[in-house]
């Protein structure tokens, strides 16, 4: 098939009056191919399970690409992702001006546009972009370093932080991403450590919440070992850093920054480390190498990324081979994430995890291929389902455990009907397309076999076949197997 240059899919995204809406989805790269390969096997297909677990979910044709090229080129491939050409992605998603903006400059914008905007950018490069597996963890390190854009000036900031912390470190390294989450205008506010000052003579205490969630949440885990005074210790050593969005005078308006008379110069002990007194703005970064370098740490994130990928009790063997990567690695997440997915945990954890709702949504629209801008109607059922992007109230972001998720299911049946449907406002699906690829006398046994990756059961094949082919389809995407990934 044509690969199309940037020039080409630009000229064609603005011929008309209607913008990218007249846009031949094929230069988009939203193409569905001629012919697809249907599982033939009572276990889900291994392709079809790593495209579920590491993306969103196949897109038509993928699942036979990955075959073509193997899965191991398929995960390299998906680990560099700067090398993989997302422009028909980029066209959708580039157009909100705000999520490019400064934390600063974020403020000329009005509140129901900045959380339009993000939640949409947010939506749309998960369904389109062919960086599945970036995207998975920009989910994954947005719900571990979780901001609520409800929180004070938090809207404001968090597209910053969204571009500057979460996806410029989603696939790099584990230090480095806490250490820009640590002085990020977005985690300053919602944690409050824009006001832990510790100015000299004052008496001042410093301002706990921040480094409690630091060693709790975002590195060492809540029985990883600290005490009281470890987080103590932790917050006189982040002292200083702030953020004011009426500093527009200085160079870099917008950004956080260091009062040094805010910070308490004494000598500190984190973790049974020393820190010298003095150490200035270099105390945050001891601090940050002195905890995201614990074992607890290891342990910690390896559960995490384990629990995320393969199950929500993960085998102790692997949570050890991950830790054990991040250890080497000094917290470099694609050796984790390569230990992870070449793991025998992983291959033998088929159709086990429950989707959560983002992910259900996404993979069934991945599927059949649908046709969105990801406007309020589409953003609607999402919230519906309990996981609105960006809205989770408390720290520790939403949760992998599947019971929070299970009060919820009537809302994805009504999705996954209404989408087949063609019922499903600011969605197009042609069902007719994906039905001429699979085959002459496609029906319901072959749609569950598209949409689930095997073969249905006898049981499963009378539950999903309706009166016709739209009511069969979304009886598929309503189905237990479809859940889950």
């Given at each position: 098939?044509?690969?199309?240059?940037?020039?080409?899919?630009?000229?064609?995204?603005?011929m008309g009056a209607g913008g990218l809406v007249s846009c031949d989805r094929a230069l988009l790269g939203e193409w569905v191919p001629e012919r697809l390969v249907l599982?033939?096997?009572?276990?889900?297909?291994?392709?079809?399970?790593?495209?579920?677990?590491?993306?969103?979910?196949?897109?038509?044709?993928e699942v036979e690409r990955v075959k073509k090229m193997g899965r191991e080129a398929w995960l390299e491939e998906q680990l560099h992702p700067e090398r993989i050409d997302d422009t028909g992605c980029d066209l959708r998603a580039e157009r909100f001006e705000s999520v490019y903006?400064?934390?600063?400059e974020a403020y000329e914008f009005r509140k129901p546009v900045l959380r339009d905007e993000i939640t949409r950018h947010t939506l749309l490069r998960a369904i389109y972009s062919r960086r599945q597996l970036f995207e998975v963890m920009v989910e994954f390190w947005t719900d571990h370093l979780n901001i609520d854009l409800e929180k004070g000036d938090c809207i404001y900031l968090?597209?910053?932080?969204?571009?500057?912390?979460?996806?410029?470190?989603?696939?790099?390294?584990?230090?480095?991403?806490?250490?820009?989450?640590?002085?990020?205008?977005?985690?300053?506010?919602?944690?409050?450590?824009?006001?832990?000052?510790?100015?000299?003579?004052?008496?001042?205490?410093?301002?706990?919440?921040?480094?409690?969630?630091?060693?709790?949440?975002?590195?060492?885990?809540?029985?990883?070992?600290?005490?009281?005074?470890?987080?103590?210790?932790?917050?006189?050593?982040?002292?200083?850093w702030t953020f004011d969005r009426n500093r527009f005078w200085a160079m870099n308006a917008g950004e956080s920054f260091f009062k040094a008379d805010w910070h308490d110069e004494g000598e500190k002990r984190v973790l049974g480390v020393v820190i010298p007194k003095g150490g200035g703005k270099g105390d945050l970064d001891r601090l940050v190498e002195i905890v995201c370098g614990h074992a607890s740490?290891?342990?910690?994130?390896?559960?995490?990324?384990?629990?995320?990928?393969?199950?929500?009790?993960?085998?102790?063997?692997?949570?050890?081979?991950?830790?054990?990567?991040?250890?080497?690695?000094?917290?470099?997440?694609?050796?984790?994430?390569?230990?992870?997915?070449?793991?025998?945990?992983?291959?033998?954890?088929?159709?086990?995890?429950?989707?959560?709702?983002?992910?259900?949504?996404?993979?069934?629209?991945?599927?059949?291929?649908?046709?969105?801008?990801a406007e309020k109607a589409?953003?609607?059922?999402?919230q519906r389902m309990g996981q609105g992007l960006f809205q989770y109230p408390t720290p520790d972001g939403y949760s992998?455990?599947?019971?929070?998720?299970?009060?919820?299911?009537?809302?994805?049946?009504?999705?996954?009907?209404?989408?087949?449907?063609?019922?499903?406002?600011g969605v197009r699906v042609d069902l007719g397309t994906l039905r001429r690829a699979m085959g002459k006398g496609a029906g319901a046994r072959e749609w569950f076999r598209y949409l689930v990756g095997r073969v249905p059961s006898a049981e499963e094949l009378a539950a999903v076949t309706g009166e016709n082919e739209e009511q069969s389809v979304g009886l598929v995407l309503a189905s237990p197997a479809f859940q889950r990934c």
């Amino acid at each position: 098939m044509r690969t199309f240059n940037r020039r080409e899919v630009l000229r064609a995204a603005v011929m008309g009056a209607g913008g990218l809406v007249s846009c031949d989805r094929a230069l988009l790269g939203e193409w569905v191919p001629e012919r697809l390969v249907l599982a033939d096997g009572v276990e889900v297909d291994e392709a079809f399970h790593l495209l579920s677990r590491a993306g969103f979910g196949p897109w038509p044709g993928e699942v036979e690409r990955v075959k073509k090229m193997g899965r191991e080129a398929w995960l390299e491939e998906q680990l560099h992702p700067e090398r993989i050409d997302d422009t028909g992605c980029d066209l959708r998603a580039e157009r909100f001006e705000s999520v490019y903006f400064s934390a600063g400059e974020a403020y000329e914008f009005r509140k129901p546009v900045l959380r339009d905007e993000i939640t949409r950018h947010t939506l749309l490069r998960a369904i389109y972009s062919r960086r599945q597996l970036f995207e998975v963890m920009v989910e994954f390190w947005t719900d571990h370093l979780n901001i609520d854009l409800e929180k004070g000036d938090c809207i404001y900031l968090k597209p910053s932080d969204d571009r500057e912390v979460i996806r410029k470190h989603a696939l790099g390294n584990f230090f480095e991403l806490i250490r820009a989450s640590a002085t990020s205008p977005a985690m300053l506010v919602y944690l409050d450590g824009k006001s832990n000052q510790v100015r000299r003579g004052s008496g001042d205490k410093p301002n706990e919440n921040y480094a409690r969630e630091l060693l709790e949440l975002h590195t060492m885990g809540v029985h990883g070992g600290y005490t009281q005074a470890d987080v103590l210790e932790a917050a006189r050593c982040l002292s200083g850093w702030t953020f004011d969005r009426n500093r527009f005078w200085a160079m870099n308006a917008g950004e956080s920054f260091f009062k040094a008379d805010w910070h308490d110069e004494g000598e500190k002990r984190v973790l049974g480390v020393v820190i010298p007194k003095g150490g200035g703005k270099g105390d945050l970064d001891r601090l940050v190498e002195i905890v995201c370098g614990h074992a607890s740490t290891a342990r910690f994130i390896a559960t995490k990324l384990c629990k995320r990928f393969v199950s929500v009790e993960p085998p102790e063997v692997l949570v050890e081979a991950v830790a054990g990567a991040f250890t080497r690695t000094r917290g470099d997440i694609k050796a984790m994430l390569r230990a992870v997915f070449g793991s025998e945990a992983f291959a033998a954890s088929r159709g086990q995890l429950l989707k959560r709702p983002l992910k259900f949504m996404v993979s069934a629209m991945r599927a059949l291929a649908a046709d969105t801008q990801a406007e309020k109607a589409v953003l609607e059922p999402l919230q519906r389902m309990g996981q609105g992007l960006f809205q989770y109230p408390t720290p520790d972001g939403y949760s992998d455990e599947e019971l929070p998720w299970m009060g919820t299911l009537m809302w994805r049946w009504n999705f996954g009907l209404a989408l087949a449907a063609g019922k499903q406002g600011g969605v197009r699906v042609d069902l007719g397309t994906l039905r001429r690829a699979m085959g002459k006398g496609a029906g319901a046994r072959e749609w569950f076999r598209y949409l689930v990756g095997r073969v249905p059961s006898a049981e499963e094949l009378a539950a999903v076949t309706g009166e016709n082919e739209e009511q069969s389809v979304g009886l598929v995407l309503a189905s237990p197997a479809f859940q889950r990934c």
